[in-house]
């Protein structure tokens, strides 16, 4: 309990007290994990969409991948990729190996069977009759998509929320692909791991505290605004 | 404008739900399309809405219709809304027409007064009662004035006073905007009140189409005459179809016996329920009785005849 | 049922502490990574857990991590390779009963080419200053035994490791570091044993070795207990590291899978 109490006052010493690195290191957390949330909704909710709603061959065995890439070990996606960008990887002449580039990669790899299986499953969960209804009120298709998953928020931005929370908390393909390098790949989970097998446990819990507190305002504001949204 | 169909067949899975060689429908003017459950009457509709991926030709003012056509409105028989507001829900076609703010507000206030739903704008679509949600459902789309409406089953949602009031608001609305319109529905009455032509759907084809009136007069054929509410009865080798209202107590030509089940008193009069033949084949036979005429006990068997009536299959006749 | 809720999580606790103490018959080895790494514990516990009817449980962290554990009394034998460190601790009472082990060496590596001329510079302080000047160079950053060796490298060559733009710290250990190195095609310090293994794998090559600096002694450390019984099996352990058994396994270790020994046992001099 020591260390806790510990790290709750190391954490808001760091804090208030500007620590630079600290601050440097949530704000990079944020950046990444927010850019690979953003491209995994931007990829993930047309694909969603159309597996939801589109009648072609093979969709049912899709949507299986999507839901067992739901539960993917996000190290081995890490591994997976970290497997292709290295050197004598095929895309190794990329010179993503240990890139901010990579962890976003590693986390939009992770997120975006989440934002698809979550905007699949809320827009299925939709009446049957929406897109006859929005076609008859004079919608044209690309609007139709639009307001369709303007219906699907509530599930949608739980599926924002799914994504970024798995992504932010994530330890082991930010290790893996970005290599945990001071100042330039360090996020939240990995200087937690660091501060930890340094045996500096107050930092340790000073950074878990600030990543929770990181993780729970953003899923605050996401829920407030799903629920002011809806009636 | 007018819509016209041609050549149309839908298919679900084995099944063909439409078969349709040629049917018209003249600009501004209000079709009801008639028949039994499952005869094709809401395929149809979504067939001219654009709605189904069908084989075949639906033109609307000679161009063919396409998904998401703003030449149409349709009002679907379940109540499907967004989840906002009732106003924004009638609202979002017209913001998709392109039609000015301010006209928006002036249409929606008035189809909300016509719909009894003034009270209930500004609440959230979902609160509605079943009632108000279908009164909300035909509003979103009358209001829309499109030049071609199509209503599916629209006055299964009033209660009678409404249902009244709507019978006669429903043309009104549909002439002020020369709007073709085609109106599926299984109520006699309403058909009759709200349109000038009829279509009679079986199976998805076509069995009749017309005027009302005429068609209403002069069924070609037994099935039709039953859609229209005649009684068809087999007498000797002969088939004949009467209209209600035109059954008659006494012989005549040609005239039956009927075995009285019971009187039910309507209130303005009183109906003699009888029974015509036996067994698979009895027919559930209907007399109106005048407010001084004399009844019957049950089991008691009365001559009756039809002062009205058509034979089917050797030509047509009347007394 | 939520009234006895905190009494039976007490109770728990209580008996989860009390299979933690000197009861079980266990031993918590507190070790830097690159013992660990190298696989040399795997042959060198067992014939001491036969014998003593122990099990011994490695806890392979940094040379740092390590020693606050011992602090903390996580631990009850502490294998480190960072002499100075482990005085400080000697001398508060936290460690006692040192002894030395086994030693290899360190050795700097870099890509093969060896773009900053570190392996001509001429001497250990040239070729860090080298580095410093031209190339990039890869640091454990975690509190290891090999980062204080690094940061002591850096003074004597009178180079602030802050002022040097091509530095990273991983956070990691010695394995991952020297992945990051081989990447990114930078220099690093590593602890032999670790770059025998690693090595083949790496597109690294050593650009300096064989300083006196670079000696890398592992001792081991008891760490003070008031329970006399933990308190012998940690000395057991102690006498069972620096026996002509233990140093045997080795001076063998490495022989048949590497061709090479990757550490020397103490008693050969």
Request: glycine content about 12%; overall charge neutral; hydrophobic content about 45%.
């Amino acid at each position: 309990m020591g260390e806790l109490a510990a790290g709750l006052g190391e954490a808001f010493r760091l804090l208030l007290s500007g620590d630079a690195e600290v601050y440097a290191i949530a704000g990079r957390t944020l950046l990444i994990s927010a850019a690979a949330t953003a491209l995994s909704l931007a990829i993930g909710c047309p694909a969603g969409l159309a597996l939801a709603r589109g009648r072609f061959r093979g969709r049912t065995l899709l949507l299986s991948f999507v839901h067992a890439g739901m539960g993917m070990p996000p190290v081995v996606v890490g591994l997976v990729l970290w497997l292709l960008i290295t050197r004598s990887g095929p895309l190794g002449g990329l010179g993503l190996a240990y890139t901010p580039t990579a962890m976003i990669a590693a986390q939009f790899l992770i997120a975006t069977p989440l934002v698809i299986g979550f905007t699949a499953a809320s827009v299925q969960a939709l009446p049957p009759l929406l897109p006859d209804l929005l076609a008859t009120l004079g919608a044209g298709r690309l609007r139709s998509l639009w307001l369709l998953l303007r219906e699907a928020r509530l599930g949608m931005l739980a599926a924002v929320m799914a994504g970024f929370g798995a992504v932010v908390s994530e330890v082991g393909a930010a290790m893996t692909v970005g290599g945990n390098l001071r100042g330039s790949t360090r996020v939240l989970t990995t200087a937690i791991v660091t501060a930890t097998g340094r045996g500096d446990l107050s930092q340790a819990a000073a950074l878990g505290i600030i990543l929770l507190a990181l993780a729970f305002t953003v899923t605050f504001l996401l829920t407030r605004l799903q629920q002011r949204r809806t009636d | 404008m007018d819509v016209r169909v041609a050549d149309l067949t839908l298919d679900r899975g084995d099944r063909r739900v439409l078969d349709v060689d040629a049917l018209d429908f003249p600009a501004g003017s209000v079709t009801a399309v008639f028949g039994p459950n499952g005869s094709g009457k809401t395929s149809l509709l979504r067939c001219v809405a654009g709605l189904e991926r069908m084989r075949g030709n639906v033109t609307i003012g000679g161009q063919p219709v396409r998904r998401g056509d703003p030449r149409v409105a349709l009002a679907f028989q379940e109540s499907v809304f967004l989840h906002d507001t009732v106003r924004a829900n009638l609202s979002l076609g017209l913001a998709l027409r392109d039609i000015h703010r301010i006209e928006r507000e002036g249409r929606i206030a008035q189809m909300a007064e016509e719909c009894g739903l003034a009270a209930v704008l500004d609440r959230p679509a979902a609160s509605l009662s079943a009632g108000e949600a279908q009164r909300a459902n035909l509003a979103r789309t009358l209001a829309l004035a499109a030049p071609v409406t199509l209503l599916d089953e629209p006055l299964s949602g009033f209660d009678r006073i409404g249902r009244v009031r709507m019978l006669e608001e429903i043309p009104a609305l549909l002439a002020t905007h020369a709007t073709t319109a085609i109106i599926v529905t299984h109520d006699r009455e309403e058909a009759f009140r709200l349109a000038d032509r009829l279509v009679l759907l079986v199976g998805g084809r076509v069995v009749a189409a017309g005027p009302a009136g005429p068609l209403y007069r002069s069924p070609p054929d037994a099935d039709t005459a039953r859609l229209l509410g005649y009684t068809v009865i087999r007498l000797g080798g002969r088939t004949i179809g009467f209209a209600p209202g035109t059954l008659r107590r006494g012989p005549g030509e040609p005239g039956f016996p009927v075995v009285v089940t019971r009187e039910v008193d309507m209130g303005n009069h009183r109906h003699l329920i009888g029974r015509f033949g036996r067994g698979q084949g009895a027919v559930t036979i209907e007399l109106r009785l005048d407010p001084d005429e004399p009844g019957a006990v049950p089991g008691e068997e009365l001559l009756v005849h039809p002062t009205r009536w058509t034979e089917f299959g050797a030509g047509t006749g009347a007394s | 049922m939520a009234r006895w809720m905190p009494a039976a999580v007490m109770a728990a606790a209580i008996g989860l502490a009390g299979c933690s103490d000197g009861a079980r018959r266990e031993l918590i080895l507190a070790t830097t990574t690159s013992v660990q790494d190298a696989g040399l514990l795997d042959s060198l516990l067992p014939p001491f857990e036969r014998a003593q009817r122990v099990r011994v449980k490695v806890i392979a962290v940094g040379t740092g991590a390590a020693l606050e554990m011992a602090r903390r009394g996580d631990a009850d034998v502490v294998i480190a390779h960072a002499p100075e460190l482990e005085r400080r601790y000697e001398e508060d009472g936290s460690l006692v009963g040192g002894r030395l082990v086994m030693r290899n060496d360190f050795v700097l590596v870099g890509p093969p080419e060896d773009s900053a001329g570190a392996r001509s510079a001429g001497g250990l302080d040239a070729a860090m200053r080298a580095i410093a000047a031209a190339g990039r160079f890869v640091s454990r950053g975690d509190g290891s035994g090999t980062e204080a060796r690094e940061l002591a490298l850096w003074r004597d060559a009178g180079v602030a490791p802050d002022s040097i733009a091509e530095r990273v710290e991983t956070g990691q250990g010695q394995g991952a570091t020297l992945l990051v190195a081989s990447e990114r095609g930078a220099y690093t310090l590593t602890d032999r044993a670790t770059f025998t293994v690693l090595g083949p794998r790496l597109g690294l090559a050593i650009v300096s070795a064989g300083d006196p600096r670079l000696v890398n002694e592992y001792r081991a450390h008891r760490v003070r207990s008031d329970d006399a019984r933990a308190g012998a099996r940690a000395q057991a352990f102690l006498e069972y590291l620096v026996s002509a058994e233990a140093q045997e396994l080795i001076g063998r270790f490495g022989m048949s899978r590497h061709g090479r020994e990757l550490f020397i046992p103490a008693s050969s001099g």
